[in-house]
């Protein structure tokens, strides 16, 4: 039996209420929703969430940095967008973009923490918040060792990787290593220049 009530259309899919307010979804729920009608979701803490579609600009930086990195990281890396990632049993993101390891394979939809080499948040008006704190602490928390976060207008990049600070509950925590709106050089998670210019639209 399905999780998800059926939907009447026009309706898209949606989840079930009282679930909802119990916050008891797991993300296998998530996995087993269906591809058609969907909306773009994410779960935090047990409660799915529906996420705004983003806007052309913050499209337009989003292929531009998955190019760039297709183009420039190393053949152990591959780059992708917008793939799920399992934070735990209860909560689970889509970074905009993400660099994971090559050897998963083609056919899956989700990743591991463990799978994941650095996640990206490209910042929009509605999602300054989660972008900005929210989500940094989830994957630091889960153990993803990188994190980039991008702002529009102008764009500007922070990297971020994981430190030896941890915060109140116990968990590591991200260290600013690297911030520009003209060139990132880092060392890791391999040897990159990126003129900010390249993946401004």
Not at 90 to 112: E, I, N, Q
């Amino acid at each position: 039996m399905s999780a998800w009530p059926n939907p009447t259309p026009p309706d898209r899919w949606r989840p079930d209420p009282a679930r909802q307010q119990r916050a008891d979804y797991q993300v296998a729920d998530l996995q087993n929703l269906p591809d058609d009608d969907c909306p773009r979701v994410e779960m935090v803490d047990g409660a799915v969430r529906v996420m705004p579609f983003p806007t052309l600009g913050h499209q337009d930086i989003s292929g531009l940095l998955w190019r760039w990195w297709r183009s420039h990281a190393p053949a152990e890396i591959r780059a992708t967008q917008a793939v799920a990632v399992e934070l735990d049993h209860h909560t689970s993101r889509r970074p905009d973009v993400l660099l994971c390891r090559a050897d998963v394979p083609s056919d899956r939809s989700w990743l591991r923490p463990h799978e994941v080499v650095l996640a990206v948040e490209i910042v929009s008006p509605g999602t300054r918040r989660v972008d900005r704190f929210a989500k940094p602490c989830e994957y630091a928390a889960a153990g993803i060792p990188f994190y980039w976060r991008i702002e529009q207008d102008p764009v500007h990049v922070y990297a971020y990787r994981i430190g030896d600070r941890v915060g109140p509950g116990g968990e590591r925590q991200y260290e600013l290593v690297a911030d520009g709106a003209d060139v990132i050089e880092l060392t890791e998670p391999f040897e990159i220049k990126l003129p900010v210019a390249e993946i401004t639209p």
